[in-house]
């Protein structure tokens, strides 16, 4: 919600009318455009625009392929069903892509076809894990996500889950830009492995990676902060977020009896 909320004010922002939880229940051309009936919140109203764009989603091209014949499976949809190492109901047939259903990204795409290939050509070794790979919607400013959302990781986790959040108003590159809207948001496990992130931010995008990389080994945000990053950058939302989690671990009561023994060892030298 924090990062749909974020991205509807930028929006709003540049003028343009934001409308959730609303069903458009009749469209009719007229001599200026189309004029759109909405059924929302507040009951029905009436919208005037130039032209309307409609996002229908995908399916796939699957039929008339022989499948069945093969003994490949498909699911109510039509897309080929396959196991985490893209491997179909029918042991020597790999599928990768949009037609598996999974995430419809080139990037996802891409790393399915190395996966297949690897699995069908040597052996069936490698695996996909699509909690793992992030996603990314271009907009300005863009939203980057990978991993767990918060809920998520409550339910399977519990209340050992942390949260560590940074607005970009704390990172330098944004107050130099005047862009702050947006924000680095880090799910957390007990121990301090990201366990999911979502960013807002004009370079989302390239700033998600980093984070993907933590989450593929089960590596904790604190180890960033030890990284030395350019200066000023958008990763800095990322980095400034590392430091203060290192910080808190710095200050925990054990470290904190740690350091208090150093120094006064220290100071017998």
């Not at 259903?101 to 190395?114: D, E, Q, W, Y």
């Not at 030395?228 to 958008?234: I, N, R």
Request: aromatic share 4%.
């Amino acid at each position: 919600p924090r990062a749909g909320i974020t991205l509807s004010a930028a929006l709003s922002a540049d003028g343009v009318r934001v409308l959730t939880s609303a069903t458009v229940i009749k469209a009719a051309r007229h001599a200026k455009g189309v004029r759109l009936d909405i059924d929302g919140h507040d009951g029905t109203s009436v919208i005037d625009v130039d032209q309307v764009l409609v996002a229908t989603g995908r399916r796939p091209c699957t039929a008339g392929l022989g499948l069945d014949t093969a003994g490949v499976r498909l699911d109510e949809r039509g897309y080929v069903v396959v196991d985490a190492k893209l491997r179909t109901s029918n042991r020597r047939v790999y599928a990768g892509g949009d037609v598996t259903g999974a995430l419809p990204f080139t990037h996802v795409a891409g790393m399915h076809g190395s996966v297949a290939a690897t699995n069908a050509v040597l052996a069936p070794v490698r695996r996909v894990d699509h909690e793992r790979i992030p996603w990314v919607t271009f907009t300005d400013p863009e939203l980057a996500h990978v991993g767990l959302t918060e809920e998520q990781a409550r339910e399977r986790h519990g209340d050992a889950v942390r949260i560590r959040l940074l607005r970009n108003e704390h990172v330098d590159r944004a107050i130099v830009e005047d862009d702050v809207d947006g924000f680095t948001h880090v799910v957390l496990d007990a121990k301090g492995r990201v366990l999911g992130a979502t960013i807002v931010a004009p370079r989302a995008g390239e700033m998600i990676a980093e984070l993907t990389s933590l989450i593929a080994r089960r590596g904790r945000l604190r180890d960033l902060a030890s990284v030395v990053h350019p200066y000023p950058a958008w990763s800095d939302g990322v980095w400034n977020a590392a430091v203060a989690e290192a910080g808190d671990a710095l200050r925990a009561p054990v470290m904190r009896r740690v350091t208090d023994a150093l120094l006064r060892l220290r100071r017998t030298w």
